[in-house]
């Protein structure tokens, strides 16, 4: 019913929010991005973008779309592979940050592993920052993790706001210093807590340093303090501090899939992974609250 093609176009410019990017991504022109959306616009019956000179923007439609595209973008390449003979097979080394322990990512994995069982899955679980690194030194084939706003490594996941979460019974002094619970560095959270709190003249203290995110939300749930994080990704037993606390705003993040230099060897088992995680973008986030 929906052309492949298109709908490939329409994750590009879903995930640019640029008609221009998205031509250079697909190494296409601009007229034929829009062409593709037009005709894809035309074959749902619905408008899939807000779009004037200055920005663009999915509509509400264009966000139930984003998922069925995924969707339907896998299984059009998993019916590919099977008639074709095509085997995906290999060893991946994939990085998952700690956002996502107590997420779907588990079970999107373990159907990976079902799917393609010819590969050899070796999974790290880390800092953001860390897996990055990990990243750039070729240590990693693939990487799912957050980015800050303005980096434009990765193809787009989900966008999402951070958040001061803490137990539901916590109360802030607003004549101390706010008490932290925090990744050690280089923890994108950390780094965005601490730059938020300095701008607005905030004292703060550490009370609870974790790499991991159990240890983290344990420490939280003892009523020892705050921490930044996810909006779509509350742990259970915790809550959003409430706006009376008087703590500065967090900003936006991105959780993004990137890349690592191309080992041959890698290479279709992480495009397969990576197509297997954007077509379930929406049941990691949410149902992280209560996984």
């Not at 298109?6 to 601009?30: E, M, N, P, Y």
């Not at 803490?166 to 990744?183: F, N, Q, S, T, W």
């Not at 742990?235 to 008087?246: C, E, F, I, Q, Y």
Request: hydrophobic share 45%.
């Amino acid at each position: 019913m929906y052309d492949p093609v298109q709908l490939r176009t329409f994750l590009a410019v879903a995930q640019t929010l640029s008609f221009t990017r998205a031509a250079r991504r697909l190494g296409v022109r601009q007229s034929t991005v829009s062409q593709h959306v037009r005709r894809l616009e035309d074959a749902v019956g619905r408008q899939l973008f807000l779009r004037d000179t200055h920005s663009v923007e999915l509509t509400e439609d264009g966000e139930a779309m984003l998922g069925f595209a995924r969707r339907i973008l896998t299984v059009h390449e998993q019916a590919a592979a099977f008639f074709t003979g095509t085997r995906v097979r290999g060893r991946l080394r994939f990085g998952a940050s700690e956002d996502f322990v107590l997420t779907r990512l588990p079970e999107i994995l373990e159907n990976f592993r079902y799917d393609h069982p010819e590969v050899d899955l070796e999974l790290t679980v880390e800092l953001s920052g860390t897996l990055h690194e990990q990243l750039a030194a070729g240590k990693l084939d693939l990487v799912l993790a957050k980015r800050r706003p303005q980096d434009p490594r990765g193809e787009l996941v989900w966008h999402d706001s951070l958040v001061w979460i803490g137990a539901e019974r916590l109360r802030l002094d607003p004549d101390r210093p706010v008490p932290l619970i925090v990744y050690p560095p280089p923890g994108i959270t950390r780094a965005l807590a601490l730059e938020a709190l300095q701008r607005h003249g905030r004292p703060w203290r550490i009370v609870c340093t974790s790499g991991s995110l159990n240890g983290l939300v344990a420490a939280a749930r003892a009523g020892l303090g705050v921490m930044a994080h996810s909006r779509g990704l509350i742990p259970p037993g915790l809550s959003r501090v409430p706006d009376r606390a008087g703590l500065p705003e967090l900003g936006k993040v991105d959780f993004v899939l990137v890349h690592g230099r191309a080992r041959a060897a890698a290479r279709d088992a992480a495009r397969a992974l990576a197509g297997a995680i954007l077509a379930s973008g929406d049941r990691l986030h949410r149902g992280g609250r209560g996984a």
